[in-house]
């Protein structure tokens, strides 16, 4: 077990010159102190590999260029990395987790954990063969005003849970961009992004903060999956009915083609003495309905709140948190993990068992949106 009086040595795969969420799980990583990038294979071309080094202040010796040449020039070393943070397309998700599981390095990995669910099926099994610790980037769960909403509902204070909505439009893909905007390229092959686009990209995140808020596991689904842009393979926008534990009802949209949209999530959940909303777009706030029409504001940070939302809270109230700060907040819950708090894994902090979830639900919307009907989400094979 890693001590807990020094920072866990940390490797990144991804994050080149260029690249949007490797810099951001480098910032992450770092802000609360409880981790050290010492080296990563950030390119396949070692120039670049080299370069992006030297912009993130790493020794361009532990600057790599695949999973295997990393392990074999890290695994000896006295100051080896420990743990790994994968920040690449989905279609090297498995081969970099398989290879640093097995090497004994802990595993942080962007979503969705795999780009087939076979590939998860197989990690899983792999993980239960270790001692590591392995966890995912859900972000939107790092917002101390969702792990407040989450508290909430678990405490009864919203009653029977009646109905769920979350939506997640954006619309930076609402134009034919694949072969300019190196991002949109890959989100739109599937021999690099799985099966699912705009479900796999961003839908898995709509799915997630609603299991992972209202305690509830979705069972069936009707989904309705378009290609609406002229020649685009992959979905790039998503309609979904749901039918959570207890047969409660909710509605999932996920959209990349909304035009003018820009990171518009959001969530409400309404039980039969409250109800409850959030929007990413004002992250601090959570709002509370009541059956007088009252609408009560909660603010992170403030004494209104409960542990769990201000053990997320950095600031005091009125001092916004962001999105790198809700993102280190999974890599702090990663380093207890690490650091032998494993019962955070799949409770607070995103597992394996929420990826093969997440996998499950991409595996039954594309099968449920061949014929638009109701399908059960363990029954999805692909």
Not at 145 to 154: N, Y
Not at 216 to 240: F, G, K, P, T, Y
Not at 319 to 344: M, N
Request: charged share 20%; aromatic share 8%; with cysteine.
């Amino acid at each position: 077990m890693i001590a807990p009086n020094r920072p866990i040595r940390l490797a990144l795969f991804g994050g080149g010159p260029g690249a949007f969420i490797g810099a951001v799980h480098r910032r992450a990583a770092l802000l609360d102190l409880r981790f050290q990038l010492v080296a990563g294979a950030f390119s396949r071309d070692a120039s670049r590999s080299a370069a992006q080094a030297r912009a993130f202040m790493v020794d361009e010796a532990r600057a790599y260029t695949s999973v295997e040449a990393l392990i074999a020039g890290e695994i000896g070393r006295e100051d080896g990395v420990e743990a790994v943070a994968i920040a690449t397309p989905n279609d090297s998700h498995f081969a970099i987790a398989e290879a640093a599981l097995k090497a004994g390095l802990h595993v942080i990995s962007d979503k969705p954990m795999t780009s087939t669910l076979a590939q998860a099926t197989a990690l899983e099994q792999i993980v239960a063969q270790t001692d590591c610790a392995y966890a995912l980037t859900y972000t939107y769960i790092g917002y101390p005003m969702i792990r407040e909403a989450r508290a909430s509902v678990a405490s009864g204070l919203l009653g029977r849970v009646r109905k769920i909505v979350v939506t997640y439009p954006q619309g930076w893909l609402s134009d034919s961009v694949e072969h300019t905007l190196p991002g949109a390229a890959w989100r739109t092959d599937p021999s690099r992004a799985g099966i699912g686009g705009c479900i796999g990209d961003i839908g898995v995140h709509a799915f997630q903060l609603a299991e992972y808020i209202s305690g509830l596991c979705v069972e069936r689904l009707c989904a309705d999956l378009s290609s609406v842009v002229q020649d685009r393979v992959l979905d790039d926008d998503c309609n979904i009915l749901l039918r959570f534990a207890g047969d409660v009802p909710g509605v999932l949209m996920a959209s990349q083609i909304s035009l003018g949209e820009r990171n518009g999530l959001s969530i409400a959940i309404y039980g039969e003495q409250r109800a409850l909303s959030w929007s990413h777009e004002r992250p601090g706030e959570l709002r509370f309905l009541h059956p007088d029409n009252r609408m009560e504001t909660v603010f992170a940070g403030s004494a209104a709140i409960g542990p769990d939302g201000m053990a997320a809270s950095r600031l005091p109230a009125g001092h916004p948190e962001g999105f790198i700060e809700a993102f280190a907040s999974i890599y702090s819950d990663f380093a207890d993990a690490i650091q032998g708090q494993r019962g955070l894994l799949d409770g607070r902090l995103p597992g394996i068992e929420t990826g093969l979830r997440s996998m499950r639900f991409v595996a039954a919307a594309v099968a449920s949106s061949q014929n638009r009907s109701w399908i059960e989400m363990e029954n999805s094979q692909q």
